[in-house]
């Protein structure tokens, strides 16, 4: 379509977004949104896969897709669509999950945490990196930009990829993942070696989007740091205020050892009172945004309508060519 290479990735919606979805994720999408030819995707059937409140669903997607209008997504440069639109999704899952081994998908880091402890694993859980691998490949998308955790689903993706074409013919592009060294596992602020996530029980572990300032403040100064009292980069030894520097250097654009520099000598609660601001001023702008979507919630349905449309064309044409190969369908007549 425009000669750049396809990005997709998909964003579920379960919840409130965090500052480790913006910056491991949604942040590269778009300062990248230039250099590819994007789709993104509210991902809602994925959001099923654990019990869930279906009279929310629908909420909770709109509130995903105007947060992601609102940090720069935009429609004209990228398709934004949610994934239960486009019905290829779903079919095409069925035809890599009959690839894919029981062993491999055992092994999926993310099944054996989701699926911990529960007496009633849904088949779903498990059938995820399969969902996942065809929302990626039913669109020839040659980067997946993700976070950090996603690494092994998009691996099982250029797998599950490689074994199509070797079975059926050349069919599918071999994405690659792409995950930045900074900010690709941002921490929780009440565990650093938890990351920072949607389901944690304890609310003051993450900054959402649309926290208030105050809110913001509150949750930085609460925030777990190490013993000492320098405030220095050093997962190891330090990785509580390791995380927040990452947090720190990102939101104001400002290098890690320059960081160190201006902070030698003073303490932790300088440190932390600065990182507050330095937050509340990076998602300000985002803020105004979704306010303003907020009161206008016609704009973001109608993004999402228009963007299925487009993804729909392009979903539609591939999976004819793959039932073609697959032997799936009737002859065409003469
Ligand atoms: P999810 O919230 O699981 O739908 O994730 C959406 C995107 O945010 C994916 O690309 C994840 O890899 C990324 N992500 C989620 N949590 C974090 C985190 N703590 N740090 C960095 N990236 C994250």
Request: aromatic content about 6%; overall charge neutral.
């Amino acid at each position: 379509m425009t000669g750049k290479p396809r990005a997709f990735s998909g964003i579920q919606p379960t919840g409130g977004i965090h500052i480790g979805n913006y910056l491991g994720a949604i942040r590269n999408w778009v300062l990248q949104q230039d250099q590819y030819d994007n789709i993104f995707s509210i991902v809602d059937l994925h959001a099923m896969t654990l019990p869930y409140d279906a009279s929310e669903l629908r909420s909770r997607t709109i509130e995903v897709a105007s947060a992601l209008l609102a940090a720069g997504i935009d429609p004209q440069r990228s398709i934004l669509f949610v994934q239960s639109d486009v019905r290829e999704h779903t079919e095409l899952c069925w035809i890599l999950g009959t690839l894919a081994t029981f062993g491999e998908l055992r092994r999926m880091t993310q099944f054996k945490e989701k699926s911990k402890g529960s007496e009633r694993v849904g088949a779903g859980l498990f059938f995820y990196p399969v969902l996942q691998a065809a929302d990626i490949i039913l669109y020839d998308a040659a980067v997946v930009p993700v976070g950090e955790d996603q690494k092994q689903h998009i691996e099982l993706t250029r797998d599950l990829a490689l074994r199509f074409n070797n079975t059926f013919g050349e069919t599918f592009v071999v994405p690659e993942p792409d995950i930045k060294p900074a900010g690709a596992r941002i921490m929780s602020l009440a565990d650093p070696t938890k990351k920072m996530s949607k389901s944690d029980p304890d609310p003051d572990s993450r900054i959402e989007l649309r926290d208030p300032p105050d809110e913001i403040r509150r949750k930085v100064r609460r925030a777990v740091t190490d013993s000492g009292a320098e405030v220095r980069f050093d997962e190891e030894r330090k990785p509580a205020i390791s995380n927040l520097l990452t947090i720190y250097s990102l939101f104001a654009d400002v290098s890690i050892p320059e960081l160190e520099r201006r902070y030698a000598g003073k303490g932790y609660s300088e440190f932390k009172r600065d990182l507050a601001e330095v937050i509340i001023t990076g998602l300000q702008p985002i803020q105004q945004r979704l306010d303003e979507l907020a009161a206008n919630p016609g704009i973001v349905i109608r993004t999402l309508q228009a963007g299925a449309a487009r993804a729909r064309a392009l979903a539609s044409a591939k999976m004819a060519v793959v039932r073609e190969r697959c032997g799936l369908g009737l002859p065409p007549l003469d």
